[in-house]
């Protein structure tokens, strides 16, 4: 948890916990409300801008274990965040990283748009950490935007 400087949280999270085996890169994740009883987790968003496909399906491994382990979901669901539902949309490293969740035997539904993160689509939202990083100061910047408008009346 941290609500400071991410570069440094990750670094120092890193060498006083060590990494897991088997992960090359550590993510961040942060929960979004959703219209369902669970909320939904984005990884990442913030700590691997440049991405590989292998790191977007580490992510996934990570949320699905997070999700199961400590929401205790059975079978969380895992979406990659696209410009589109279609397995061919998106960057190559995108339509790569569909390939290797299609052929998992995590419960990958598919590839998931902005909208599906709020609406409970799914428990799992995997991207890189320059868009999950958007998204989140997008979404911080909507309850702000409420909160000021409701103010105002």
Do not use: H
Not at 66 to 82: A, V
């Amino acid at each position: 948890m941290s609500a400071g400087n991410t570069g440094a949280m990750l670094s120092t999270a890193t060498v006083l916990l060590g990494r897991i085996k088997g992960v090359s890169r550590p993510t961040i994740g942060s929960f979004f409300p959703s219209q369902v009883d669970s909320p939904t987790i984005v990884v990442d968003v913030g700590a691997n801008v440049d991405v590989k496909a292998r790191y977007l399906y580490e992510f996934a491994v990570m949320g699905n274990i997070y999700m199961n382990q400590m929401r205790n979901i059975d079978k969380p669901r895992i979406g990659l965040l696209n410009v589109g539902e279609e397995p061919s949309k998106g960057t190559e490293i995108l339509q790569q990283t569909y390939q290797m969740l299609s052929e998992s035997n995590m419960n990958f539904i598919g590839n998931v748009e902005g909208k599906d993160i709020l609406n409970g689509a799914c428990d799992v939202v995997v991207c890189d950490g320059y868009t999950g990083n958007a998204i989140l100061k997008f979404a911080e910047s909507v309850f702000t935007l409420i909160k000021f408008k409701l103010k105002s009346i």
